[in-house]
């Protein structure tokens, strides 16, 4: 049996129905979740007509696509949908294939809860098992703590909102916070002021004079909001010393797994930062029950930090990778990776769809190279 095959077989015990999804998808789905910054990593064509269609750069988003047209069409239980195929991407490291094969799982409609996070972890950690794969080096993040941390410093709200945005950006916070007033677009210092009325009017007049209008999938609309968004931005995104430093600790915090709750919890104390509890405690408990997983040569060497999962467009919680070892080539190349994102619906659907969502992939070929099987 083929490591694909050990893989898929050891997800299926998990129940959920088996689909196959569209290889092709419309480019504007990955581009608009992630930006224009993925673009050099996915395979797109145009068609006769000027559509732009890309080959699928992963399974998660098809199996959301059916996920929405099922729930439009009425369904509204929990689901498990599982997986297996190619998926199409331009290598970021050499030697990788354009081409390879994705096996893994979703859950939509489950309860938000440190239980289902939990059961995913041991889903990835069963099937990598059954592969005959049992060691390696875990990183864990969490992708709502920085926001949480954000919001309970109670900034500006405009500063608040560019801090989340830079975030997932590598380097994005320090650069937002050093050059924010001096980098503002000239465009958006001589709107500054008016009202979204007012931005709009000043968008149809450059249209009209330059017959002009929007390429590809953002809409008039949408460039007027982030013109008006822009225009509204604080000119002064400047912290506090302790606000920056606050943060600047969080972002270079990275400490052994089962450190992080204290850590956490420490930083939080000491800058005095309220309403916090909620999610820190369901952090510690989901720590706690991770800990005491049966997999234990996985985890000995399990890290937190706080900036780990950014590169993950549209995950928003919980989030791990598990890599072969702790080599910089390996950590580039993880063996498996799942998280929480439960606004991918509903960021799909345009509002349409809403309902939580947890998943995570393991990729065959890097584990047959582990595990010294046949792929």
Do not use: N
């Amino acid at each position: 049996m083929s490591v694909a095959q050990q893989v898929f077989t050891a997800l299926a015990a998990r129940g959920g129905d088996e689909v196959d999804v569209p290889v092709i998808i419309e480019a504007a789905v990955p581009l608009e979740l992630s930006g224009e910054v993925v673009r050099s990593r996915i395979c797109t064509f145009a068609d006769a007509d000027g559509r732009e269609w890309a080959l699928r750069p992963d399974l998660t988003l098809p199996v959301a696509q059916a996920e929405i047209a099922a729930r439009s069409a009425g369904a509204s239980d929990e689901t498990l949908r599982r997986y297996r195929g190619p998926v199409f991407r331009l290598p970021s490291i050499p030697g990788e294939p354009v081409e390879y094969e994705q096996v893994g799982l979703e859950r939509f409609g489950a309860p938000r809860g440190v239980e289902e996070d939990v059961w995913l972890f041991e889903t990835l950690a069963d099937a990598c098992a059954a592969a005959g794969v049992e060691t390696g080096v875990i990183s864990f993040g969490d992708l709502a703590i920085f926001p949480a941390f954000v919001d309970a410093l109670g900034l500006q709200d405009d500063v608040a909102a560019g801090l989340k945005r830079a975030f997932r950006q590598e380097g994005g916070v320090r650069a937002y916070l050093a050059g924010h007033s001096e980098k503002r677009s000239g465009l958006s210092q001589r709107l500054k002021g008016m009202d979204r009325e007012e931005v709009a009017s000043f968008v149809d007049d450059i249209y009209a004079m330059t017959g002009l209008r929007p390429v590809g999938e953002r809409t008039a609309d949408e460039v007027v909001e982030r013109l008006f968004q822009s225009a509204g931005s604080s000119a002064d995104a400047s912290l506090s010393e302790d606000a920056d430093a606050i943060l600047t600790e969080l972002l270079s915090l990275q400490v052994p797994y089962q450190e992080a709750p204290a850590a956490l919890r420490a930083l939080a104390d000491r800058a005095g930062l309220k309403g916090l509890d909620q999610l820190l405690d369901q952090f510690a408990e989901r720590t706690e029950q991770i800990a005491a997983s049966t997999h234990g040569a996985l985890l000995g060497a399990a890290q937190f930090a706080t900036r780990f999962g950014r590169r993950f467009t549209y995950y928003d919680g919980f989030v791990f990778e598990i890599a072969a070892d702790a080599s910089e080539a390996a950590m580039k190349r993880p063996i498996a990776a799942g998280g929480r994102y439960d606004s991918l619906l509903t960021d799909l659907s345009g509002g349409a769809v809403s309902a939580t969502a947890i998943g995570g992939i393991i990729i065959p070929h890097r584990l047959a190279g582990q595990s010294g099987a046949g792929s």
